[in-house]
């Protein structure tokens, strides 16, 4: 949860790709100014020394892009009432096209 509360902050995470950090820590895309911070795959020194540096080099180079990477990860609706809508509607569907059992 504390890439979660990061961002709410305005604080831009970099994470191991792995588990919950996979699912909430998108990978930043300059082309498409999308993201909400930096991934890496290899559980390594080199892999976060990487992600570190291409992060301070969009801070450094891109100071706007990094501004607005920042005001995405705050923006996010990340509340529990979210959450609850999207589990109810997977029950939702789930009612639509119930399974057959004989």
């Avoid at 998108?26 to 390594?44: H, L, Q, R, S, V």
């Avoid at 892999?47 to 996010?76: C, E, N, P, W």
Wanted: aromatic share 12%.
């Amino acid at each position: 949860l504390n890439q979660l509360y990061a961002m709410r902050y305005g604080a831009v995470p970099v994470a191991h790709k792995t588990g919950g950090l996979r699912n909430t820590v998108i990978d930043f895309n300059p082309w498409e100014k999308a993201g909400t911070g930096w991934t890496y795959t290899n559980c390594d020194a080199d892999g976060l020394i990487y992600s570190v540096s291409v992060a301070v080099q969009t801070l450094k180079a891109h100071t706007d892009d990094f501004r607005a990477l920042q005001k995405r990860g705050m923006s996010q609706d990340l509340s529990w009432d979210k959450a609850a809508q999207q589990y109810e509607q997977i029950f939702e569907w789930a009612l639509i096209d119930p399974p057959y059992c004989q």
